[in-house]
């Protein structure tokens, strides 16, 4: 009877401040205000996740919002082409990007953040393309070979390719480039060094003849094909790299269908059609010659609310990345087509510090998973337009095993009972209490998920569970993180992979105290599990490897250390004349690919 | 004059000096490591930590507060304020690159105090004791006491989604500075409308003000050959007090009008952890605050001679 007051209450409360956000909302207020402040702070979520986004993948997709139908990965089943070839060509895209910062580098190939692919996908091209149903087409490499023992990868270039500067893409220069990326001296810090298992599993380059190359593996790595695919490893112009020097992350030469026109440091990014583009691969792209648009300029916005408002002023075509606040403003808008899109690959989840008394207790743990009430949560906090999670994987995720998800739910009495049963009695302030402990806990989370932290904390109180929330940002908070002060905290969820293997970026022993392994778990038998799979030799889509990682899965889930959330989404909102059908998207992330966009001068 | 000058001076480098410990230090109290969490954006299989450790030795993070302080003032004397993480290029060169948008903004925000703020006294003083003097006290009020930022979010509902008259983002154009510089001179004119006024009235009260009026000169004259005169010394030292403030204040303002500048470089910095660089811009803005305070004492020091020997 008490618990339900207590939801009542929570209900009254959760009604008014979505009526208190949506009115902010309308006003414009909520943002750019909360949002300065926050910017001031750090936002340090925004900055470490921007994998995460959306793909498609319609699923779970019952968010009852009005969602232009497909947004597909391959846009050209569906492309409504109302408009003769000849007279897609031209006009310029003014685009609101992703990131709140300015770029770091636009050589992908030496970049450290992962916003900079916004452009790197533009400008480069990737060996290999990836589309549904995992499987690889042709890309740069017009075919490739991998050995048995799948140590060595052989590709062989198409002989037609430039790059922006004229010079052409030969093994040499492929070459010249993984020499580059895997050598500490000329990459410091890119992601594209541990992504080729550089220091790791990474064996060498070696030229076969003028369009052949191969690189070799010291030891398998079955993800590797994956990486192929990024732009991250995308190829750059030699003649170019030695002509700049260190100034070459402002000046790259790529083979994408865009080239560099200007940088406006802190402003924007001006691209420009590569004429002698013609690589696009035909089965993504309908387009595979010269982009149809002239000029795409990204405009970097600190403020996402002001990203929306220039939207609406008609000072942009197209905004990615606007707040849930903002989409339902939209929403309203008749002028403006709003574009939800689901995203493949992690939800965002609860890391518990199975290290720390209480959470070190199974059944602490087991309470906390089920005393949340995600329905309400996404409700109140995003509108409706986040979903529920029960899973740390999203449905469409290979290995995903769907009986785990009967592990979470919404049950307070269930919480209740498993905190009785462990011995935790109800205190006089009714906060549990056991031989003189109190059941309290510490939650450390970002000013970004602080509504979703304060709403945690009321339904864990409840249950008779306390929590203190102590926000941090940036730096601060990865230190405090890594160092497992907390017994609970945002997990690194929503990071897209393409495959299971983004397990061992949050869980295996080896990143305690390094790197994102927040649960501190050191589970031997879990982290042999996770080498299994990442080493695994032959199809790395058989019934073998899947049942490692279903293990894996029910390794990670079953104890509680983790606690999935919600599943977040991408927004986007753009004016009609720009035809958006024609989008296409990274199967497994947010950044656009423009080959196939065009204006539809006359709706503009 | 001189010594007077000197004093002043010293006065300003010592609370340069002061800053720029203030600034070193509160980015060192920050927790969490800077270099760690540059790595920490990568994925799982980041740099090993010996790569973490060399990197901290190489931007020289790994010595002591003392002797990273002391550094870092001899190459500020020097003009070096060390390389931006981030941007990899030296600060001076980003702020160099950068401030003349802000001040653009700056100097046209402090136009709009200025014209709005004296023409707003000069009426409330002349009208004294009607509605609208009344009325001008009340705007006035709300100008300085409203917060610039929330001003501007409705200066954009009205002018730029509502009437489509103004660009709500971006710079370049004329027309794209009007609602940020509105925005962000209304605070400014508020403060300046009530000391014309005051400053006004009180020199409407001096006898040569009789004389003239005695004399039959139209009022119009009266107000702004010899009165105002002398009632915009006040003001005006005030206006440039109130640069200092713009300068800071830009920084909020771009961020909501999406404008280039160094506000813009700040939020950027602090949001990659960009240490040398936040440092770099917050010792510069303070550096113009300094300054613009040190040119109004020397130019009042110049119209009152009271001042320099007081």
């Known amino acids: 009877m008490e618990r339900l007051t207590n939801a009542d209450s929570l209900m009254s409360e959760r009604y008014s401040r979505r009526q208190l956000l949506r009115r902010a909302a309308v006003l414009g207020v909520s943002m750019p205000v909360v949002g300065s402040l926050l910017l001031a702070c750090g936002d340090d979520d925004d900055v470490t996740e921007p994998d995460t986004d959306p793909v498609d993948e319609p699923d779970d997709d019952d968010d009852g919002t009005p969602e232009p139908d497909d947004d597909d990965d391959e846009p050209e089943d569906d492309d409504t082409a109302d408009a003769p070839e000849g007279e897609r060509y031209g006009g310029v895209l003014r685009y609101g990007t992703l990131g709140n910062v300015d770029f770091g580098s636009l050589d992908m190939t030496t970049t450290t953040g992962t916003f900079d692919l916004e452009i790197g996908r533009a400008l480069n091209d990737a060996y ?7 499987e690889f087409v042709p890309g740069l490499a017009e075919s490739w070979e991998i050995s048995d023992d799948a140590l060595e990868y052989t590709f062989k270039l198409r002989e037609d390719i430039v790059f922006h500067d004229g010079t052409q893409l030969d093994a040499e220069a492929a070459k010249y480039n993984f020499d580059r990326m895997t050598n500490r001296e000329t990459n410091p810090g ?9 220091g790791a599993t990474y064996g060498g380059c070696d030229v076969i003849d003028d369009y052949t190359f191969r690189l070799t593996m010291t030891e398998p790595n079955a993800i590797f094909m994956f990486r192929m695919r990024r732009r991250y490893v995308a190829p750059q112009s030699p003649t170019a790299i030695e002509e700049h020097g260190e100034e070459y992350f402002r000046n790259p030469v790529g083979v994408g269908p865009f080239k560099l026109l200007r940088w406006e440091e802190d402003s924007e990014v001006v691209l420009e059609a590569f004429e002698d583009y013609n690589w696009g691969p035909p089965e ?36 990615a990345r606007l707040l849930p606040e903002d989409i339902i403003r939209l929403q309203d808008d008749p002028d403006i087509e709003v574009v939800i899109r689901d995203q493949t690959g992690q939800a965002t989840f609860l890391s518990c510090n199975i290290d720390r008394y209480p959470t070190s207790e199974v059944e602490v743990r087991e309470a906390i998973a089920w005393a949340i009430d995600r329905e309400a949560l996404t409700e109140s906090i995003f509108f409706g337009l986040e979903v529920p999670a029960y899973h740390v994987f999203t449905p469409d995720m290979w290995s995903y095993d769907a009986s785990l998800e009967d592990l979470f739910g919404f049950d307070p009495d269930r919480s209740i009972q498993v905190l009785e049963d462990a011995g935790w009695e109800v205190g006089n302030d009714g906060i549990r209490e056991r031989e003189g402990e109190r059941l309290e806990l510490l939650y450390i989370l970002d000013e970004l998920t602080l509504p979703v932290g304060q709403f945690i904390q009321a339904q864990l109180l409840d249950v008779g569970i306390g929590v203190q929330l102590e926000t941090l940002a940036g730096a601060g908070l990865l230190e405090a993180q890594l160092a497992g002060q907390h017994h609970i905290t945002g997990g690194m969820g929503g990071w897209i992979q393409e495959d299971p293997d983004v397990l061992r970026n949050w869980i295996h022993s080896s990143l305690i105290g390094v790197r994102q392994n927040y649960t501190l778990v050191n589970d031997p038998e879990l982290d042999q599990l996770l080498e299994d799979g990442l080493k695994f030799v032959g199809d790395i889509r058989s019934p073998e490897r899947e049942a490692l990682y279903q293990q894996a899965q029910a390794m990670i889930l079953e104890p509680y250390y983790v606690v999935p959330l919600y599943y977040r989404h991408s927004f986007e909102a753009h004016w009609p004349y720009v035809n958006v059908d024609s989008i296409g998207y990274d199967p497994y992330g947010t950044y656009h690919d423009w080959n196939d966009v065009w204006i539809d001068e006359s709706r503009r | 004059m001189v010594h007077y000058f000197i004093r002043r001076g010293i006065s300003a480098a010592v609370v340069l000096i002061g800053v720029s410990i203030l600034t070193f ?27 973490v450790e060399e990197m901290r030795r190489q931007l020289g993070f790994d010595q002591p507060f003392l002797i990273q302080y002391v550094n870092y003032v001899v190459d500020a004397v020097r003009g070096d304020l060390g390389t ?3 941007h990899r290029r030296p600060v001076t060169e980003i702020i160099a690159g950068n401030v003349r948008y802000t001040m653009e903004l700056a100097i046209a925000g402090l136009l709009i105090a200025m014209v709005l703020g004296t023409s707003l006294g000069i009426l409330a003083a002349a009208k004294r004791g009607t509605w609208v003097d009344s009325l001008t006290m009340v705007v006035s009020l709300f100008g300085l006491s409203m917060p610039f930022f929330w001003l501007a979010i409705l200066l954009v509902l009205l002018f730029s989604l509502t009437l489509g008259w103004f660009p709500a983002t971006g710079q370049g154009s004329l027309n794209q500075i009007v609602l940020p510089s509105f925005a962000l001179g209304v605070t400014s004119a508020g403060i300046i409308t009530r000391l014309v006024r005051s400053s006004m009235l009180e020199v409407l009260r001096q006898e040569y003000v009789v004389t003239a009026r005695a004399k039959g000169v139209r009022e119009s004259l009266v107000l702004v050959r010899h009165a105002l005169r002398n009632a915009i010394i006040p003001p005006l030292t005030m206006l440039g007090l109130q640069f200092g403030t713009l300068m800071g204040g830009a920084v909020v303002t771009e961020t909501i009008f999406a404008r280039r500048g160094l506000g813009t470089v700040l939020v950027d910095a602090i949001l990659s952890h960009d240490m040398k660089l936040v440092q770099g811009i917050l010792l510069f803005i303070a550096a113009i605050y300094i300054l613009s305070n040190f040119i109004v004492d020397m130019l009042y020091a110049f ?8």
Not at chain 1, 128 to 134: A, F, L, N, R
Not at chain 1, 190 to 198: D, E, K, T
Not at chain 2, 303 to 310: G, K, L
């Open chain 1, 284 to 319: 993504i792209f309908e387009n595979t010659g010269r982009p149809y648009l002239d000029q795409v300029v990204h405009r970097i916005f600190r403020d996402l609310s002001t990203k929306a408002t220039a939207l609406e002023a008609g000072e942009l075509d197209l905004a």
């Open chain 2, 84 to 86: 931006s993480l981030y």
């Open chain 1, 128 to 134: 290999v393309h990836m589309i549904e149903g995992e």
């Open chain 1, 190 to 198: 890119g992601i594209s060094y541990s992504y080729l298992g550089a």
């Open chain 2, 25 to 51: 230090s509160m980015m060192h109290m920050l927790p969490g490591d800077p270099v760690e969490y540059m790595f920490a954006r990568t994925l799982g299989e980041g740099p090993p930590p010996e790569q």
């Open chain 2, 303 to 310: 119209i009152d001679p009271r001042i320099r020997y007081a």
